[in-house]
C-alpha cells in the first residue's frame, strides 16, 4: 500500500514522547544537572599520531574550583574501551592515535574552570608519521599503529571460479568506488550526568544505544562489579549509531568516583566531531561480468575501509559490507575480499546501514553500468538476476524464505517515477527549456540484513507484568534515541492486549529497571519486541483473566482484557460493541493489583533469529527496499536536486504508521546527503570540518517535493517474525539510485561519493560546443 | 564578582540574573532559568536548535549575549502555550510526527511559529526560506512540513 498520512488512517497514532516533546519540557541526559555538581572536560591530544613524552598537572591541580585531574594512573580497572576489541585507551599514556585520543580529564566547579584548568595541562609530544592512507597504511615499511600491526579485520568469501567465469562473459565491468567519511551529526552531542551514590553506587545518565554494553564496559574500566553500576541511556537526542560505543561516560564516571561528587559533561560540537565515529570511507574495487543475455556470471569484489585509529566495531561493518556486496542476485562465481586498515583519521565505526551503504552503492553502480554496456534496461537486467524466495542467503548461508527483493522490484517497475524514465527515454516528456538543466531517473534496490548475525551474541526478550498500582508494565533495554520504538511498543501492547494507552507504563533504557534484551541497533528493536510481546500477551491475558475469574465468579474463558480493566466478552464482539459511555470493565487493572496481591512479571528470553549455518557475520532476516528517484542536475552550479522519490520497502506489517513513514524520510535524506555534499575533509589526520558551518547537512531547502512509499506487508505463510526494522533501510539505496539517475540526466557514471560539482559542471563546455556545432 | 545585573521578561515573566554582559542568552535560560527546553548543538548560529522568540522574532540564542537582550520580551518553547494545552503548532507537530528524536524541535517549533505569525498562509519558498536555518537529523522534513501545512490551514481559517 501507498503509506501515508492519508492512507494510514486512524492507525497513524501520535507518539507517548510527544508532549513532552513538543512542550519542551523533555529532560534529555544533558539537560540534567544537580546542585554541587561539578563539570567535567576532557583533554584530547593536539596530534592524530605521537608519543607522549610527558604529562604534567600539577599547574592545573592548583587552578581555581579544581576538584580533580585523572591520567592514565587513575584508571582503577582496564584502561580500554571497544565493543568489540577494548583498544581505545580511556586515557593514553605513552602513543596517541588520533585527535580524539584522551589524555586527561577534569572536574571543575564551572565549565570556564575546567577549560582553564585543561590549558595548564602540559603534554609532550613527540610527533610520529601520520597514516592517512590504508592502502598505504599495509605496506610493509608503514609505521605501526597497533601491536598487531595495521589491519584490524580481513573477509574472505568465494564460491565457484570466477577468475575463468569472466572468461565466458560477454560483458564485463571493472570499477572503483569511493565513498565519504559521513557524520551522523545528530543534534545532541554527547553528554550526562554521573552521579556516585551514598549506597555506594554510581549512576551513569548518557546516551547509548545497549546500555547493558556500557555497564559491562564501565564495569571493566572502573574495576567495580556491574551490579554496582546502573546505566540510565534514554531519552537520546539522535544516534543513527554514533553513540553506541562508550563516549564521554568513562570520564565522567571516573572524576565522579574520584570527587564523591555528581559530574555533568556535555560534547561541544568541537569536540563530538573530534573524538565522535564517523561511517568508514571505503574504497570498493568491482569487476563483474555476465553473459549475452544478461545473466552475471562472475563478481569480484575488493573492499579497502578505513578504520580510523580503533577497533569498536570495524570488523563487523566490515563483514556487513562483505556480505551486501553480492545482493539479492544469483551470481554463480564471487569472490570478495574485505580488509579494514587502521590510520590516523579519527575512528569509524557504526553508522545506520552498517558498511551496506557503501557496498551497495558500488554494487548497484556495476549493474547500471553493465546494462549500459549491453544496452539493456538496469531494472531489467537486476530481475534477470534476482534472487527467488528460498534461495540461500548472500553468503550462502541458509536464510528465511523472503519475496521481498521480487516485491520491491516489482513495486519500483510500476512506480510513476519510473514509467516517467521510459516515456523520458521515448521522448515523450518535455525537457527543460534551460540547456544545462538536464533530468534522469534511476533505480536501486538490495535486501539489508538485520540483527547482528551469526557468531554474536543477540539476546532478545523483555517483560510484561502488572505492577503494584495497577499499571500493565513493559520493560525492554531499548533505548528511545528518537526511532519511536516507544511508539511501537504501545501501539503493539493496545492492539495485542485491547487496553488503552494510559493502562500502560513502559520503562526501557534502564539497567536497574529493565531486563537484558540486547541493542538498540541493526534494525532489531521491532523484530524483538514483537517476538516477545507475541509470547507475553497470552501468558499475561491468561493470569489477568484467571484473577477476574475468581473475583467475578465468570468462568475465565467468557473474561478478556480491554481498557482500564478485564471485561466479560459480550457475545459477538466483546466491549467494542458496548455502549462506550455506561461500558467500563468487569474488574479494573487496579483491582486486579490488588486482588493479586504482588505484582506479576513475565519474562521472555530468546535468542534474535540466526542462520543455523556457520558463516560469521551472515545474516537470517533481512528487509528488501528499492528507491527510484528523478533527479535535476544544473550543470552550470553543478548541483544534482532531488525531484522526486519513491520508496519500496517490504518489512512485513506495518506496525507504527508515522514511525515507519518518518525512518523512511529521515533516512533517505540522510542519504541524500551522503550522495551529494556530507563528507567530514581530513588533512594529514586533523579533521577541517568541525561544525555545521563546513560540515553540511541537508535542509528543508534539499529535500524533493515528491515523496512516496510503498509498504509492502505481505510476508510468506507462517513467517513466524512479524514486523521487521526499517531504520536503516530508508538510508541505504538512495545514494545509488541518484548517481544512476544523474548517469541518465547528463552520461556521467558517478564512482566518488559525495558527487563532485565540479565533475557534473565540467561537462558544460562541451555540451553546449556541440549545441552549437563547433567543428 | 559582576554588578551587571540582565533584566528581561521570559515567557511572560520578570528575569533578574547577576550575569556577564557577554553571557550568552541560551546559557541564561539553560543554566540559570532552568529553561533547558531551549537546546544547544553547533553554538554558532548554523542549526536553530536554541532558537527562541525575542520580541517576537526567532532568533538563535546561542548569538545573543546578554546585554543584547535585556529589557526585552524572551519567549522560549515553555512559554509558546497559553494555559494547559498546546499551542496550535505543537498540536500540528505531535500530530503529523514533526519529530522524532525531539532535539531540533523546540526550535524548529519557535521558527514555525515566527514564519506564521509573519506568513499565516506561507507560500513552499516562504516555509523554505523561514526553516532554513533549522536542521532536522531525523524526520528529513516531511513530518515538520505536513505540520506547517496543517498549522497554516488553522491559522488562515
Ligand atoms: S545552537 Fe544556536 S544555532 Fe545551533
Ligand atoms: S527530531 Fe531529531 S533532529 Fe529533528
Known sequence: MLLNRESAGKRWKTRPDGPAKVTGSLSYLTDLSVPGMLHGKVLRSLYPHARIMAISIDEALKAPGVAAVLTHRDVPGLNGFGIVTPDQPVFCSEVVRYTGDAIAAIAAETVEQALYALSLIQVDYEPLPVVTDPEKALLEDAPQLHPGGNMLHRTDYSRGEPEQAFEDCAYVTEGIYYTPRQMHAYMETEGGLFVPEESGRLTVYAATQHGFKDRMQLSRILAMPEEQIRIVSSPIGGSFGGKDELNVQPYGALLALATGKPVKIHNSRRESVTAGLKRHPMKLTMKTGMDRDGKLLAHEVKIVADTGAYSTLGGPVLNFATEHSIGPYRIPHVSVKGVSVFTNNGVSGEFRGFGGNQSIFALESQLDRLAAAAGMDPWVLRRINLRERDDPGPLGQTVLPSEGPEQVWRSVAASPIWLRKEQMDRGEIKTPPSPWLKRGVGAAMTMHGSGLGYGIPDPGGGRLGLSADGKLEAAFSFEEFGQGITATLEIMLTEMLGCHRDDLRIVIGDTDRTPHNGSSTASRSTTVAYMALKDLVPRISEILCRIASLAAGLPASELQTGPGGVWHKVAAGGYKKRDKKTASPLITYAELAAAAGEAIQLEADFHFPVTPDPVVGGHYLYTATAAAVEVEVNLLTGAVSVLDQYHAVAAGPVVNPMGYVGQIEGGSVMAQGFALFEDVCFSEGVPRTMNFDTYLIPGICDISPGFHIDAIQELPQDDPYGPRGIGEVGSVVLAPAITAAVHHAVGISIGKLPISREELSGILPDLLAEKVGTP | ?157
Not at chain 2, 53 to 63: E, F, I, P, R, T
Not at chain 2, 75 to 96: D, N, Y
Request: glycine fraction near 12%; charge should be negative; include cysteine.
Open chain 2, 1 to 157: 564578582m559582576s554588578e551587571y545585573i540582565w533584566r528581561a521578561t521570559v515567557n511572560g515573566r520578570k528575569a533578574e540574573i547577576a550575569a556577564d554582559p557577554s553571557d550568552k542568552l541560551a546559557a541564561l535560560l539553560r543554566d540559570d532559568l532552568g529553561l533547558t527546553g531551549t537546546k544547544i548543538s553547533c553554538e554558532l548560529g548554523r542549526c536553530g536548535a536554541c532558537m527562541v522568540l525575542l520580541d517576537g522574532k526567532a532568533v538563535n540564542s546561542c548569538l545573543v549575549m546578554a546585554y543584547q537582550c535585556s529589557g526585552k520580551a524572551i519567549t522560549t518553547i515553555e512559554g509558546l502555550a497559553e494555559g494547559e494545552g498546546l499551542h496550535p503548532v505543537q498540536q500540528a507537530f505531535l500530530e503529523e510526527g514533526g519529530f522524532q528524536c525531539g532535539y531540533c524541535t523546540s526550535g524548529m517549533i519557535v521558527a514555525v511559529k515566527a514564519l506564521l505569525d509573519e506568513h499565516p498562509s506561507p507560500s513552499a519558498e516562504q516555509i523554505k526560506e523561514g526553516l532554513s536555518g533549522n536542521l532536522c537529523r531525523c524526520t528529513g522534513y516531511g513530518g515538520i512540513l505536513r505540520a506547517v501545512n496543517s498549522c497554516a490551514k488553522i491559522y488562515t481559517s
